[in-house]
């Protein structure tokens, strides 16, 4: 599978928020699938696009004082976890995806971004 992975300023994730999501202010992180379902894409073929805003995500990282590249791997994964169907409207689909951020961050040898969760 493919994904278009885009790092962009504040004003241009904003804008894509507020047509897309009607939400007018920027987010750190937006996932756009393809149209086609995961199942009916061809191998190799685009999953989808996921827009980092570089702004938000750095601010971000400096006040949670963790690494900026460490904070740009959680919000890569997050949004390609959206691309893949997933989401966290739902406590316990926010829980199960969390969960998934936390082990494919561990691969890369990034400390779970949640820290001690005892739910």
């Known amino acids: 599978m493919e994904v278009s992975l885009v790092l962009a300023d504040d004003g241009f994730v904003q804008g894509l928020n507020r047509s897309w999501r009607n939400q007018d202010s ?7 699938p393809c149209d086609e379902a995961a199942a009916e894409r061809p191998a190799g073929g ?6 980092v805003a570089y702004q938000t ?7 949670e004082a963790i690494p900026l590249d460490h904070h740009l791997a959680h919000l890569i994964v997050h949004g390609v976890l959206h691309l893949l169907g997933f989401d966290h ?10 969960r998934l951020e936390a082990a494919a961050l ?8 949640y820290g001690d969760r005892s739910r």
Do not use: H, K, Q, Y
């Open 46 to 51: 685009l999953l989808g696009d996921v827009v």
């Open 89 to 98: 409207v739902l406590d316990s689909d926010a829980e199960r995806m969390e």
């Open 57 to 63: 995500a750095a601010r971000e990282a400096r006040e």
């Open 26 to 32: 920027p987010t750190n992180v937006l996932a756009f």
């Open 106 to 113: 561990a691969r890369l040898g990034i400390a779970d971004p």
